[in-house]
């Protein structure tokens, strides 16, 4: 899709909007632009939050008005990321960047320029290094900012690897659903993390004074820790498994992608 040529482009300098395309991907907008137009970096993903209580609404143990409390602030948390993500929207030509990425997509498709699959696997081999070393650096010890930095590496990495895949590449198809299954841990991982931000404003507000609110809080914060926890066991048990792919990466799909006529 668009959002994944944006994303797996996102090292390259901004081009320039207008003239030929002499380079497929010349024209393409940069990925702060399409960024900008969905609330800034962070803003992503407040829905799937949203959502991660939703299901701990069905958590019987867990006392009722404090999830009601949280639901409260992470909806408010939403709705004034909304309001910066339109507020935003209004500076942006929508028109001009939808001409822009279907100019890309059609050239994308005319062209026998092949120029552009050297671009992509350069693309390939640093964000397959970006993984493997995000992947070193957070090693088996829970630490939530560098897991952060793995689930960023592994989706750009996703990204490029999806755009090899439709580029013909066989050997980059298998690997699609075996990077997005360990994003999609580090992505639940990273919901609950951001619920336990929302637990701590909450008791650090006015509205846990009561006694029962206080421990209300505190059972959730204890029953996310420990969902954290596991999902972190989770993940660990499946770092072999993306290592192996980073290595496919850099030995299998790099070479490919620069051999491949789709």
């Given at each position: 899709?668009?959002?994944?040529?944006?994303?797996?482009?996102?090292?390259?300098?901004?081009?320039?909007?207008?003239?030929?395309?002499?380079?497929?991907?010349?024209?393409a907008?940069?990925h702060?632009?399409?960024?900008?137009?969905?609330?800034?970096?962070?803003?992503?993903?407040?829905?799937?939050?949203?959502?991660?209580?939703?299901?701990?609404?069905?958590?019987?143990?867990?006392?009722?008005?404090?999830?009601?409390?949280?639901?409260?602030?992470?909806?408010?948390?939403?709705?004034?990321?909304?309001?910066?993500?339109?507020?935003?929207?209004?500076?942006?030509?929508?028109?001009?960047?939808?001409?822009?990425?279907?100019?890309?997509a059609?050239?994308?498709?005319?062209?026998?320029?092949?120029?552009?699959?050297?671009?992509?696997?350069?693309?390939?081999?640093?964000?397959?290094?970006?993984?493997?070393?995000?992947?070193?650096?957070?090693?088996?010890?829970?630490?939530?900012?560098?897991?952060?930095?793995?689930?960023?590496?592994?989706?750009?990495?996703?990204?490029?690897?999806?755009?090899?895949?439709?580029?013909?590449?066989?050997?980059?198809?298998?690997?699609?659903?075996?990077?997005?299954?360990?994003?999609?841990?580090?992505?639940?991982?990273?919901?609950?993390?951001?619920?336990?931000?929302?637990?701590?404003?909450?008791?650090?507000?006015?509205?846990?004074?009561?006694?029962?609110?206080?421990?209300?809080?505190?059972?959730?914060a204890?029953?996310?820790?420990s969902?954290?926890?596991?999902?972190?066991?989770?993940?660990?048990?499946?770092?072999?498994?993306?290592?192996d792919?980073?290595?496919?990466?850099?030995?299998?799909?790099?070479?490919?992608?620069?051999?491949?006529?789709?």
């Open positions: 899709g668009h959002r994944a040529v944006a994303e797996a482009l996102d090292d390259s300098p901004p081009l320039a909007a207008d003239g030929p395309l002499d380079d497929p991907f010349q024209g907008p940069n702060r632009e399409l960024l900008l137009a969905r609330g800034g970096k962070g803003g992503g993903r407040i829905d799937e939050v949203a959502e991660q209580h939703g299901e701990l609404m069905q958590v019987s143990q867990l006392p009722r008005p404090a999830l009601e409390e949280v639901r409260r602030h992470v909806i408010e948390e939403r709705d004034k990321r909304r309001s910066v993500m339109l507020e935003r929207l209004e500076g942006v030509n929508s028109q001009k960047l939808g001409r822009r990425l279907s100019s890309v059609d050239a994308l498709e005319v062209s026998t320029d092949e120029r552009w699959r050297q671009v992509l696997s350069a693309r390939l081999l640093k964000r397959a290094r970006r993984l493997k070393t995000a992947i070193v650096h957070a090693g088996h010890m829970y630490a939530p900012e560098r897991l952060h930095e793995v689930r960023i590496a592994a989706k750009k990495l996703r990204y490029g690897v999806e755009l090899a895949a439709d580029g013909g590449v066989r050997s980059a198809a298998p690997l699609v659903a075996r990077i997005k299954r360990v994003q999609d841990l580090l992505g639940r991982l990273h919901d609950m993390q951001v619920l336990q931000t929302h637990i701590a404003a909450v008791q650090a507000s006015g509205g846990a004074d009561h006694e029962s609110m206080h421990q209300g809080l505190d059972a959730m204890s029953y996310i820790e969902e954290c926890r596991h999902l972190h066991a989770r993940y660990v048990k499946n770092v072999p498994a993306i290592q792919v980073c290595e496919t990466v850099l030995t299998r799909v790099v070479p490919d992608t620069v051999r491949s006529r789709a």
